[in-house]
């Protein structure tokens, strides 16, 4: 299996940024794609970003797109969701998730592995 742990999360206003970092161990972490997810209070899980194995390849929802960069460096294992002009809408535990083979996918059950998660609150 893969183990990821997130970090970088914490308590902003409205219009700053925050860097999110997802440690990986286990496999190969090339093997895989790569994404992030967050659920708000009282909302289902919700697709934010993916990107492929090398990286040549991203995916954004509607939502975060202009304002969010998912990046990643398989030397050090690790992935990141650059998050900029945060909004209280962006307010939520952010997840880290990897699934093995090529294809970037948008659906949360299609990813196998999950980090713990990593709370991002955006004040107004």
């Known amino acids: 299996q893969v183990q990821l742990v997130e970090s970088g999360g914490g308590l902003v206003q409205a219009g700053d940024s925050l860097r999110l970092s997802c440690a990986a161990s286990g496999r190969t972490f090339s093997s895989y794609v790569m994404g992030w997810f967050r659920q708000a209070p009282e909302k289902e899980r919700e697709f934010v970003a993916a990107i492929s194995r090398y990286g040549g390849n991203t995916n954004y929802a509607d939502s975060v797109k202009g304002r969010f960069t998912i990046s990643r460096d398989n030397a050090k294992d690790t992935v990141y969701l650059h998050m900029n002009s945060l909004q209280p809408d962006d307010t939520a535990i952010y997840y880290c998730?990897?699934?093995?083979?090529?294809?970037?996918?948008?659906?949360?059950?299609?990813?196998?592995?999950w980090g713990q998660g990593t709370q991002v609150t955006v004040s107004s």
């Open positions: 998730a990897a699934r093995p083979g090529p294809a970037i996918v948008s659906a949360a059950n299609d990813y196998n592995y």
